[in-house]
């Protein structure tokens, strides 16, 4: 990212995707708090209360990190989904093909857009957390990492997905059929240790028990998983996603005829 | 001088094996207006879109102001600025962003993409716009919009897919004194167009594509002067004699219409001095067609008779 060019091409696209989804606030902002602040009431509150601990902490402490990861993870991948799908339907992609940016500024810029509303969620979620819980920070670096490899690892799945996308109903199929599963069986309302070995076993195969363990483990100290082994699935999916994203541009797959 | 674009043997097969490009051959010079004309469906767009890179090639070989499209890619894009035929920027952005952020794109300053965004909107008469969501436009404004989108990071190859198509007259005369004047600073035209009096209007050099081949590649001129014949329609005051004109072939359309085959070194004196002595009286004279059309339907035909004649 030396070249001049390549650098205000990326501040450019960054900027016009903040722009984007700052602009359509009550969309991309508001729902997550008021969905969280309901999964806080109902399954923190009104449930919580009578399932006592889980991982020697309240069961609000406990769902609390995974709640904020699965609005990261939803925002993150719709975003880039959405908006880069929508950039190849009305054909104002070409505004960036027929122009020398770079395919990896293509993916920077889409990527870095998606991880500003994802943090930003992030942050509002934690904010709203504030009126139920007092949350603890065991390892500020851990939360930091996980979030941030998070938010570009489904912001990278949601430019993928557009990439193939042909139709809108093509970039909510993964999201529903997918990621919402996935989500919830990721851990994000229990501990994998509650399930029996064999489903434990499978669970090792879902991605977002990585994610939601070493980000919980920043907050509270406990995790399923080894931090270090959470953060280093987390590092080469996003190596995967981001060469496979690449190479996708650089063929035209989904952008060029 | 320095070619704008060199184009050879450049083909195009689509998926499902229809083949757009059958090995194009095309120079334009640098400072040229250049008219690519043909019917639809003919090969224009796709030439335009390898040229943009929006289309991957098959084969052959695309160069611009010298450089490669296939190993200096970034130096080619930044010497184009393109007008495509469909409205291709985000409709919820304001016009200023529109513009601005093209500019970002061919790394262009924010503060410099201003004042440039300033004066192309200006020029085009946008300016009072800016703020205005794209969406929210006329079509003659969207089409303006494209052509200072295209301008801003200032281009020596300006391409224009079918610029002022759906514009009403006013406006499109207004569009091409601005290219004109764009011409004239230096900027390389490549137009597209279905309205022929435009090409022939703005043009110097003409190339027509017919079915992935370059049919015909010439200056307007040379072009022009293969006509021998214009048919012109006479309006005439109504006279008791009914028009008899031995020196050009005539047609009485009705009382007052009058269609008159001209040969060009003929001339139209003998044909007024004829009718004046039958006390005819030509109240105005008009071309029945626009040259350069007859022309066109001419040669796309011609190609198509000789295709076939191979062929058999």
Known sequence: ??????????????IKECTRFLRIWVQTLVPPAITMTLY???????????????????????????????????????????????????RNLEEMLVAPVSNITIILGYVGGGVARALLVAIIVTLVSGFFVDLAIQSFAMI?????????????????????????????????????????????????????????????FNPIIYMVNGFRYGFIGVSDIAPATALGVLLIFNIGFFVLAWWLLKRGTGTRT | MTNAIEIKGLRKTYRGGFEALKGVDLAVREGDFYALLGPNGAGKSTTIGIISSLVNKTAGEV???????????????QHIGLVPQEFNFNQFETVLQIVVNQAGYYGVPRDL???????????????????????????????????????????????????????DIELRRSMWDFLTRINKQGVTIILTTHYLEEAEVLCRHIGIIDKGLIIENTTMKSLLSQLNIETFVLDIAPS??????????????????????????????????????????????????????ELFVTLVDQGRTDKETVKA
């Open chain 1, 40 to 90: 806080f009431i109902i399954f923190g509150s009104l449930i919580g209360s009578r399932i006592g601990e889980m991982g020697g902490v309240s069961y609000m402490e406990f769902i609390v990190p995974g709640l904020i990861m699965m609005s990261v993870i939803t925002n993150a991948y719709s975003n880039v989904a959405s908006s880069f799908f929508s950039a190849k339907f009305q």
């Open chain 2, 240 to 293: 008791d004699n009914a028009p008899q004109v031995t020196s050009a072939a005539t047609r009485v359309i009705d009382d007052h219409t009058l269609e008159v085959d001209v040969v060009k070194s003929a001339g139209l004196n003998s044909v007024f001095s004829e009718l004046s002595e039958q006390g005819i009286k030509v109240l105005s004279m008009r071309n029945k067609a626009n040259r350069l059309e």
């Open chain 1, 144 to 204: 930091i990492l996980t979030v941030l490899l998070t938010a570009t690892l489904f912001a990278l799945g949601g430019l993928l997905n557009a990439m193939f996308a042909k139709t809108f109903d093509d970039i909510s199929i993964i999201p529903t059929f997918v990621l919402t599963p996935l989500t919830y069986l990721g851990g994000v309302f229990y501990s994998i240790t509650l399930l029996p070995d064999f489903w434990q076993a499978v669970s090792q």
């Open chain 1, 1 to 14: 990212m030396k070249n001049p060019i390549h650098f205000t091409a990326l501040k450019t696209i960054w």
């Open chain 2, 113 to 167: 993409a201003k004042q440039r965004a300033e004066k192309y909107l200006t020029q085009l008469g946008l300016w009072d716009k800016r703020n205005d969501r794209a969406r929210t436009l006329s079509g003659g404004m969207k089409r303006r919009l494209m052509i200072a989108r295209a301008l801003l990071h200032e281009p020596k190859l300006l391409i224009l897919d079918e610029p002022t198509a759906g514009v």
């Open chain 2, 63 to 77: 160069k611009v102001f010298g450089f490669d499209l296939d190993t200096q890619i970034n130096e080619v894009k």
